[in-house]
């Protein structure tokens, strides 16, 4: 039995040897979800290199540590002359550039959006895997875990809300905005109405569907954006004045990461705050 037990155990350690060894040691990510989730999980000196979004902060949470890594613009010719053993890149990523980039010879791996917190589970178990770090990964997991038994801890308030962003488009059923909502305990407005995926809400029908709560990512221009007259429209300042409007920037729900939760947990918040 020692011997078995002895054999395992040298088995497990040329294993994990065999993985460190494997792990990349100059990675290139090309896009700002991507980005996020190495700069979480990666090693000192592993991940090279970030997509100019990753320092962008109406669009990147991390935007102020993003600034200690080499920026790309997606671009083939700079990904090819930084040499790197893995590049990593979103789904929707420029394709030309992606094939390209193949075709060189490079191994690139691509994440597809997360729509769930399924979806953000499998994301950072996947980078942990890809980087040789799955302790962190899965440290971070234990982080979403702790962060979402709180949230349940809470009992769910009933109250409806309706996300409004620029140029008038909501979150509804199958986004992980709707999932967060879900999860903070309110009811989707969107999704009641039939909506799915990232649509448009006519300022008529969310005046007529007076939501408790309204969600709005007011504020992520620098300056007067036709994008934001929804926000000025004397339709949407008389529902919102008597309501509890919520600003929360898009940045917290344009990618899945443990800070996405940092959505629920100001919804739940605003919801117990709320009249």
Known sequence: MKRIMAILMVSVLNASAALAAEAPHRVVSMNVCTDQLA??????????SVSYLAGDRNASVLADQAGGYVV??????????????LI?????????????????GFRVE????????DDIREHISRMGTLLGRQEKASALLAEIDDAL??????PPSGKTVATYYANS??????????ALIGISGLENIAAQLGLTGTSKLPLELLVLASPDLVISSEGDYPGP?????????PAFKALTAGKKAVNIPSKYSICGAPFTLEV???????AGAAK
């Open 225 to 233: 954006a036709l994008a934001e007259e929804g926000y000025v429209h």
């Open 264 to 270: 629920a947990q100001i919804l739940q918040d605003a």
């Open 72 to 85: 790309n613009h997606g671009l083939a010719e700079e990904v090819f002359l930084m040499q790197p053993d």
């Open 110 to 117: 691509e994440f597809a959006p997360a729509n769930s917190l």
């Open 149 to 154: 038994a709180k949230l349940r801890a809470q």
């Open 169 to 178: 488009y909501t979150s509804g059923s199958g986004t992980l905005v709707d």
């Open 88 to 104: 990593i890149a979103g789904t929707f990523t420029t394709r030309t550039t992606v094939e390209l980039l193949r075709r060189l």
């Open 39 to 48: 700069m979480l999980i990666a090693g000192e000196g592993q991940l090279y």
